[in-house]
Every structure is written in C-alpha cells, then in structure tokens.
C-alpha cells in the first residue's frame, strides 16, 4: 500500500521567514518525489521535483530527499504571503506492471503571517 | 496558451444520471490521469491511460470509466452518479508514461466541481 504523510496544518510563518514542510513516504521502491503548490479553488502547480538524496535548490526553493529514511522536504527562505497556499507532497512508485500516476499527500496548508 | 482542457467547470447533477467529463490536451502527452479531490482526502487516481488505446486502473475506480481513443482527449464517465462521487475532478498528463526514472510531472486541467443530488 503507497503512502504518502503530510502534516494538513496549518502551519503558520510570520512573513520573511523560513517555512518547512515535510512528507514521508511507505514505498522505498519510490523514484521520484514532487512538490505541487495549490491556491484555494485552483488546480495543483509543479515547484520542486526530486530524483537523488541531498539538496535541490531552485530560487527561494529548496527540496531535500533522505530515501534512506523516506522523508522528503521543501523548505521556503523569505517566505512571503504570496506563498499561502496548499502545498502537496507527491511520490511515483516505479510499479513496473504499468505507470499509475503520483501518489499524493493530503497537503499542508501554508499561513505566512505579514 | 497550450495546456488541458476541461469542461463542464461545473455541473449539478440529479443522482442517477449519467455524466461525461471531458478532458482534451494539446501538448502531445502519451500519458493522461483523473483525480477526483475531497477535503480531507485529498487527490486520489481514478484512472489513468499511458497511451491511446491503453487504459488503467487507480486508487478508486469504481463508478467511473474512461476511454483513450486518441492521444489528446480523455473523457471521464459517470455511468449512474450517486452523491458519494460529488467531488473536484482533475484531468491531468505527462509527457511519458511514469515508468521512466526522472520524468513525470504532471499538468493539470483547472478542474471540474461536480456535485451529485
């Protein structure tokens, strides 16, 4: 059974600061790991995929992956409010009987505080 | 703009009746997705196709079927609706099928809120 945890939240960060978010993961076969942003009443958006444990930086983005401890995690610098929103962990299971899709999170919701 | 489109954006419907939620993408994408998402739920696979012809099940099919007679369109069948399936469907695709190490993210249609009486 694929499973993928998030914290729902919310999680609150006073504006300027940095916002972490984590998700774990049940499937060690996982390859590839993804952070969707969703805005209330809008469809999911890509920021962050993940393929090799470490660190991945993009602008005020960061993902980390540990698959070792099946934990990945997106951390936001100089969080603005812009950045309030629902944030998705996403996790694809190389199944190898055919491609299923992402096996998402419940998401955490993102308060940044002005 | 290039993209998924879906229609209707929304629907209220008699339970009972049948319903087709249409999904068409222009980018060419071999592989294509529905998710329904609940509150507190979150998204979940309906059913997925990795290219035409081809079609697969997800987390929760039942009480849905689709069809995949070509690469750009992917229509989501209600056969008899009931209001356990009132939802926010997404079509979504991928420009692979997610066997492959280092693709898959997915684009997203803008949704369709279905709701069932």
């Known amino acids: 059974q694929k499973e993928v945890e998030q914290n729902s939240g919310p999680l609150s960060v006073p504006e300027g600061a940095i916002a972490s978010l984590n998700c774990t993961y049940s499937?060690?076969?996982?390859?590839?790991f993804f952070w969707y942003r969703q805005y209330s009443g809008k469809s999911p958006e890509l920021i962050m995929s993940?393929?090799?444990?470490g660190d991945k930086e993009d602008g005020r983005f960061t993902a980390q992956l540990n698959k070792a401890s099946q934990y990945v995690s997106l951390l936001i610098r100089d969080s603005q409010p812009s950045d309030s929103a629902t944030y998705l962990c996403?996790?694809?299971?190389?199944?190898?009987?055919?491609?299923?899709?992402?096996?998402f999170g419940k998401g955490t919701h993102l308060i940044i505080q002005p | 703009i290039a993209g998924i489109t879906q229609a209707p954006t929304s629907q209220i419907l008699a339970a009972g009746r049948r319903m087709t939620l249409r999904c068409t993408q222009d980018?060419?994408?071999?592989?294509m997705y529905w998710y329904r998402q609940d509150l507190g739920l979150g998204l979940r696979l309906i059913h997925y196709s990795n290219t035409a012809g081809t079609t697969g099940k997800g987390e929760v099919p039942d009480g849905y079927s689709v069809s995949r007679a070509n690469t750009d369109d992917f229509p989501l069948t209600l056969a008899s609706a009931v209001p356990s399936q009132t939802s926010v469907y997404f079509c979504a695709s991928s420009d692979l099928p997610l066997q492959v190490v280092s693709t898959g993210e997915l684009f997203f249609g803008e949704g369709s809120r279905l709701t069932v009486l």
């Open positions: 980018m060419r994408h071999n592989a």
């Open positions: 993940i393929y090799s444990n």
């Open positions: 996403a996790v694809r299971l190389i199944s190898g009987g055919g491609a299923d899709g992402l096996t």
């Open positions: 499937d060690r076969g996982s390859q590839s």
